[in-house]
């Protein structure tokens, strides 16, 4: 704990992702004082087919 | 914001999917007053070996 | 099913969120084709001192 | 309703995953009250490299 | 890990929560094979004006 | 996008929040390459009476 998810489209590099869970865990462990070994990282990936703004797609954009 | 999650079985067509964020955003629009540009829907598929009801899965069924 | 959480900001009147489940249980159903009384919908509200867009709470703006 | 989700990693077998929606339901419904009938269970499978602890993802351990 | 997450009305008694995390790590455990000091369970509560089935909110039935 | 979700227990400060969501965008903008107005957090904060480790909820320890 804390428990973090990160939400977004498909298409991150390998390298992106371990920075992005690397960096983020970082920031939560500085700003709440919890240990970074007990913080949990989620991607959640996306497919533009599945995700909409306005109520578009973006694979129909 | 709002941001919509519409959680169901994989296999809906890429027509019904489409009408269904357009549809959906409508809806919360009309009702929240939220602008529809500000709506975010998120579909997420699951397949029936991953999802139970009354203890059995879908694909025991 | 299918199951949709609508994430807003707290402070809608309780004839908004009436009305709300009311009209996304429609555009999914008839989108889908499931059943009205299989559509659950659940409302997530959100404090202004827990959702920030660009670094910056909604309570800090 | 209840509506549980079990978040794990990817590679349990088929066999698993139907005790192990079996035997929550069973919990669930003995602890609540609420009839199995009603419980619905959704599995929600990660991979390692979507997934860290202590800012280093499982596929770069 | 696993991580699961009941989503129920509020309504429950501290009784029936504490047997209910407690039930639902066994089960998890022993068809999972996660030892249980590793399974973290999250109560997700609900109220009856924030949980439609049917488009109709349950503080509205 | 991307969404970022912040699940941890209630009792931080507003400045600890503060800080967590102003470093946690600053982190997901630097790796993932998206503009940080375009980041959204969300902080869901979690009682102790409502998760457990290891079948034993915070509130029982």
Not at 18 to 25: F, G, M, P, S
Request: zero cysteines.
């Amino acid at each position: 704990m804390p428990y973090v998810t990160v939400k977004m489209l498909e298409g991150r590099t390998d390298e992106q992702k371990r920075a992005l869970v690397e960096k983020v865990t970082a920031a939560v462990s500085e700003t709440t004082g919890a240990p970074a070994e007990k913080i949990a990282v989620f991607i959640d990936e996306m497919s533009k087919s599945n995700y909409a703004l306005g109520g578009k797609r973006l694979s129909d954009q």
